[in-house]
């Protein structure tokens, strides 16, 4: 007889029935589960918006019961959001037993099933939820129209297949901290129990959220209570730069953002003849210590991950090496924005800033907190100085003590005297300016090799952009960039590119060499055979004398053709010494480019530095122009019919892929044709095209008989395999 063989236990599988309590409600959404950093599940958009019933079916979360596994979730999960007439499920009554509470104005979870294989001891669960305009006292949300401020993520990794779930996740309702404020001070549950209308300046805190949401300025906060109220709504004022405070006018609360936001001549102005007493040094902040290195740190909710952003004063760095601070913002959801925090960290605590206490007479009283003010203290040889309010304090007798800092803001338009001092007295303004000279071009091909292993079939590039200082106490420049609905995002730091300025009296001709001009900045990383640009003309540099201020150049380079330029013009050496953001662009995409310029004294703010833009032309993968047009063994640009003459055109051929990065001027030899290269002589009249004459040779006699007629030749190379013209092309004037 046979006999059965007995089943060996190896381990456990483990049934829960647990009830969960997250916090207060209501809630607007159920985004995500994870246990043990693994989905247990996520929605799309607006999916659990509602109490209700999921079912979770994934067994083998853990591993499942296979060697090394530890079963998964499987079972029902209720969520209940907390609505104000909640009622307890039959299976919470069943847990429970008895007389059970409809846990109203709570978040709370239950689930019943499978939790785990092998192991006793379940993973812990965290739970991703969304909480803005649900909750608020009487369900009545202040300006609920910016309430939310959509961000989104689209460079944290997530594991999710599913693209609606996966936009969902990458999507974060940060809320306007204005909004946040509001609750902070008008909830009956857990704020102050203000009365809306009545305690609060509602028109400073709308003027607060229209900026904040302007900015993107949205904050993501876990508010526990764990903190008493007031470190909490500090703790939201510090995140924006801003004050809150009781107007002593009205009475109300007030809000106002730190900000760039004021016209300096419109600011009051005090002296000893108007409001200022005495004027003492406040010490109290000062430090030998200035940080130039801020580390911020904030809190990912997409990854529930913590992270930093950093900003660096880098010319302070090299004058006296790092000095490092951190500080936590971890209600910042996003890298951007913690980036522009650290930014405006960094700028706040600028070294010599001046700091002072102010006692004033009643004059003074018209200031607020954070309010900005002008003062001219002759004695301090200051004649014209915007300070910012920071405490304020009034004595018995009516006077107003201030103390106030040099706002960074306004350091552009400081004043001083000479005083006793000798020389001019003159303070060299070290305040970060927008750059004005600069060039924005797509990569030719000579210098995709520099760039990237670029496939010459491949009709993308690189933005390159090259620029002069704008002042001698530039250092460098932040370089950010972002392309049409996506923010902008630092790339990096950019330095300044050799550059000089042509002088001369006339224009310079298609046909020039030798050039006069003001170099601005050493030719060190300048050598001899290296390419330069002016205007759209890549040139070749054969010889320069910095101290006699000539450049001797070979023209019409690479891509282009000679051109005219202004005598003003400016030429760039940009051959190896250029910027770029190094992100490859499609054609037909448009990069947007701003540099934030750092002195000594900061870093430009983004809001005062011009937005460039370029689109891409596949420029790259365009052939280049036939080189050295003539007209019959002349080179001019016009054709004088006569009669009976024959008039041919001849040119050089041109062969990007042979040349590779040498540099060949438009007169200098005669290069293989590439096969797929033939030439478009084009016959014009009034701008409207008459015929067409196409061409593998290097020359071509024009077709122009008694009955026909035409005012302009136009010639360029054309690629039949990418189906693209040479980026310039020669226009000739037909006259009689």
Same mark, same amino acid.
């Not at 996740?169 to 306007?176: D, G, K, P």
């Given at each position: 007889?046979?006999?059965?063989?007995?089943?060996?236990?190896?381990?456990?599988?483990?049934?829960?029935?647990?009830?969960?309590?997250?916090? +207060?409600?209501?809630?607007?959404?159920?985004?995500?589960?994870?246990?043990?950093?693994?989905?247990?599940?996520?929605?799309?958009?607006?999916?659990?918006?509602?109490?209700?019933?999921? *079912?979770?079916?994934?067994?083998?979360?853990?591993?499942?019961?296979?060697?090394?596994?530890?079963?998964?979730?499987?079972?029902?999960?209720?969520?209940?959001?907390?609505?104000?007439?909640?009622?307890?499920?039959?299976?919470?009554?069943?847990?429970?037993?008895?007389?059970?509470?409809?846990?109203?104005?709570?978040?709370?979870?239950?689930?019943?099933?499978?939790?785990?294989?092998?192991?006793?001891?379940?993973?812990?669960?965290?739970?991703?939820?969304?909480?803005?305009?649900?909750?608020?006292?009487?369900? $009545? &949300?202040?300006?609920? $129209?910016?309430?939310?401020?959509?961000?989104?993520?689209?460079?944290?990794?997530?594991?999710?297949?599913?693209?609606?779930?996966?936009?969902?996740?990458?999507?974060?309702?940060?809320?306007?901290?204005?909004?946040?404020?509001?609750?902070?001070?008008?909830?009956?549950?857990?704020?102050?129990?203000?009365?809306?209308?009545?305690?609060?300046?509602?028109?400073?805190?709308?003027?607060?959220?229209?900026?904040? *949401?302007?900015?993107?300025?949205?904050?993501?906060?876990?508010?526990?209570? %764990?903190?008493?109220?007031?470190?909490?709504?500090?703790?939201?004022?510090?995140?924006?730069?801003?004050?809150?405070? !009781?107007?002593?006018?009205?009475?109300?609360?007030?809000?106002?953002?730190?900000?760039?936001?004021?016209?300096?001549?419109?600011?009051?102005?005090?002296? *000893?003849?108007?409001?200022?007493?005495?004027?003492?040094?406040?010490?109290?902040?000062?430090?030998?210590?200035?940080?130039?290195?801020?580390?911020?740190?904030?809190?990912?909710?997409?990854?529930?991950?913590?992270?930093?952003?950093?900003?660096?004063?880098?010319?302070?760095?090299?004058?006296?090496?790092?000095?490092?601070?951190?500080?936590?913002?971890?209600?910042?959801?996003?890298?951007?924005?913690?980036?522009?925090?650290?930014?405006?960290?960094?700028?706040?605590?600028?070294?010599?800033?001046?700091?002072?206490?102010?006692?004033?007479?009643?004059?003074?009283?018209?200031?607020?907190?954070?309010?900005?003010?002008?003062?001219?203290?002759?004695?301090?040889?200051?004649?014209?100085?915007?300070?910012?309010?920071?405490?304020?304090?009034?004595?018995?007798?009516?006077?107003?003590?201030?103390?106030?800092? %040099?706002?960074?803001?306004?350091?552009?338009?400081?004043?001083?005297?000479?005083?006793?001092?000798?020389?001019?007295?003159?303070?060299?303004?070290?305040?970060?300016?927008?750059?004005?000279?600069?060039?924005?071009?797509?990569?030719?091909?000579?210098?995709?090799?520099?760039?990237?292993?670029?496939?010459?079939?491949?009709?993308?590039?690189?933005?390159?952009?090259?620029? !002069? %200082?704008?002042?001698?106490?530039?250092?460098?420049?932040?370089?950010?960039?972002?392309?049409?609905?996506?923010?902008?995002?630092? +790339?990096?730091?950019?330095?300044?590119?050799?550059?000089? &300025?042509?002088?001369?009296?006339?224009?310079?001709?298609?046909?020039?060499t030798q050039l006069n001009v003001i170099f601005n900045k050493n030719m060190t990383d300048v050598s001899i055979g290296s390419a330069a640009i002016i205007g759209n003309e890549i040139v070749r540099i054969d010889a320069f004398d910095e101290l006699n201020g000539t450049i001797t150049i070979a023209r019409g380079c690479a891509d282009t053709l000679p051109q005219t330029h202004s005598k003003d013009s400016f030429i760039w050496f940009f051959d190896s010494l250029f910027e770029t953001d190094g992100i490859e662009y499609l054609k037909g995409e448009v990069v947007y480019v701003q540099q934030l310029t750092q002195t000594n004294a900061g870093t430009l703010s983004a809001?005062?530095?011009?937005?460039?833009?370029?689109?891409?032309?596949?420029?790259?993968?365009?052939?280049?122009?036939?080189?050295?047009?003539?007209?019959?063994?002349?080179?001019?640009?016009?054709?004088?019919?006569?009669?009976?003459?024959?008039?041919?055109?001849?040119?050089?051929?041109?062969?990007?892929?042979?040349? %590779?990065?040498?540099?060949?001027?438009?007169?200098?030899?005669?290069?293989?044709?590439?096969?797929? &290269?033939?030439?478009?002589?084009?016959?014009?009249?009034?701008?409207?095209?008459?015929?067409?004459?196409?061409?593998?040779?290097?020359?071509?006699?024009?077709?122009?008989?008694?009955?026909?007629?035409?005012?302009?030749?136009?010639?360029?190379?054309?690629?039949?395999?990418?189906?693209?013209?040479?980026?310039?092309?020669?226009?000739?004037?037909?006259?009689?």
């Amino acid at each position: 007889m046979g006999s059965k063989k007995k089943k060996t236990t190896i381990g456990y599988k483990y049934f829960f029935s647990i009830q969960s309590g997250l916090g +207060r409600g209501p809630i607007n959404e159920l985004v995500a589960i994870t246990a043990d950093d693994k989905t247990v599940f996520a929605g799309q958009a607006n999916e659990v918006t509602v109490s209700k019933s999921i *079912y979770i079916d994934k067994p083998n979360l853990f591993g499942g019961t296979n060697v090394g596994g530890e079963g998964g979730i499987k079972g029902i999960f209720e969520i209940a959001m907390g609505d104000a007439d909640q009622e307890p499920t039959s299976r919470v009554k069943n847990l429970l037993g008895g007389v059970v509470p409809g846990f109203r104005g709570m978040v709370t979870t239950f689930f019943d099933g499978l939790i785990s294989a092998y192991s006793a001891s379940p993973k812990p669960w965290k739970y991703r939820v969304r909480r803005t305009t649900q909750g608020w006292s009487n369900n $009545e &949300v202040w300006y609920p $129209e910016k309430c939310i401020i959509m961000l989104y993520d689209d460079t944290s990794t997530i594991h999710e297949k599913d693209n609606g779930i996966n936009s969902n996740l990458r999507t974060i309702h940060a809320m306007n901290p204005a909004h946040i404020l509001i609750e902070c001070a008008t909830n009956n549950d857990w704020g102050r129990g203000l009365q809306l209308y009545e305690d609060i300046d509602l028109d400073s805190f709308k003027t607060a959220a229209d900026i904040l *949401y302007n900015e993107k300025f949205g904050l993501c906060f876990r508010y526990n209570r %764990q903190d008493g109220l007031d470190t909490f709504v500090q703790q939201v004022l510090d995140h924006i730069g801003a004050v809150q405070y !009781a107007d002593l006018t009205t009475g109300k609360i007030k809000l106002k953002l730190i900000r760039d936001n004021y016209k300096t001549e419109d600011l009051p102005l005090f002296n *000893y003849d108007n409001g200022i007493l005495v004027v003492q040094d406040d010490d109290s902040s000062a430090s030998d210590n200035v940080p130039n290195e801020i580390a911020v740190k904030w809190h990912n909710p997409v990854t529930n991950e913590d992270s930093e952003a950093r900003a660096q004063n880098l010319g302070a760095i090299q004058a006296v090496g790092l000095i490092s601070s951190s500080i936590e913002y971890k209600a910042l959801p996003t890298f951007e924005l913690a980036t522009r925090v650290a930014q405006r960290e960094l700028e706040s605590g600028i070294a010599g800033l001046i700091r002072l206490t102010i006692q004033f007479d009643r004059r003074g009283e018209i200031l607020t907190p954070a309010d900005c003010f002008r003062v001219s203290l002759p004695d301090r040889d200051i004649k014209d100085m915007v300070m910012r309010v920071g405490s304020i304090n009034e004595h018995e007798d009516g006077m107003i003590e201030i103390t106030a800092i %040099q706002d960074v803001f306004g350091l552009a338009d400081t004043v001083y005297n000479s005083g006793n001092q000798s020389g001019t007295g003159i303070v060299q303004d070290a305040t970060p300016k927008p750059i004005e000279n600069y060039m924005l071009f797509e990569s030719p091909y000579f210098a995709m090799r520099q760039l990237s292993n670029h496939d010459v079939d491949n009709e993308s590039g690189y933005m390159i952009l090259v620029s !002069a %200082q704008p002042t001698s106490q530039s250092i460098n420049y932040l370089l950010q960039t972002a392309t049409e609905g996506v923010d902008f995002t630092i +790339r990096g730091t950019g330095d300044f590119t050799p550059s000089a &300025v042509l002088i001369s009296k006339r224009q310079l001709s298609k046909v020039d060499t030798q050039l006069n001009v003001i170099f601005n900045k050493n030719m060190t990383d300048v050598s001899i055979g290296s390419a330069a640009i002016i205007g759209n003309e890549i040139v070749r540099i054969d010889a320069f004398d910095e101290l006699n201020g000539t450049i001797t150049i070979a023209r019409g380079c690479a891509d282009t053709l000679p051109q005219t330029h202004s005598k003003d013009s400016f030429i760039w050496f940009f051959d190896s010494l250029f910027e770029t953001d190094g992100i490859e662009y499609l054609k037909g995409e448009v990069v947007y480019v701003q540099q934030l310029t750092q002195t000594n004294a900061g870093t430009l703010s983004a809001n005062k530095a011009p937005i460039r833009a370029l689109k891409f032309n596949a420029r790259a993968a365009r052939p280049y122009p036939p080189a050295n047009l003539q007209i019959n063994g002349v080179i001019t640009e016009t054709i004088i019919l006569k009669e009976q003459e024959t008039i041919v055109l001849t040119w050089l051929h041109r062969n990007k892929e042979i040349q %590779q990065d040498n540099l060949i001027a438009y007169n200098e030899g005669n290069i293989d044709k590439p096969e797929t &290269v033939e030439y478009h002589i084009e016959y014009y009249l009034a701008s409207e095209l008459k015929k067409t004459a196409v061409t593998n040779e290097n020359s071509h006699e024009l077709e122009i008989n008694e009955t026909e007629r035409f005012d302009e030749i136009r010639l360029y190379a054309y690629d039949t395999k990418s189906e693209l013209e040479s980026l310039q092309q020669y226009k000739l004037q037909i006259k009689d």
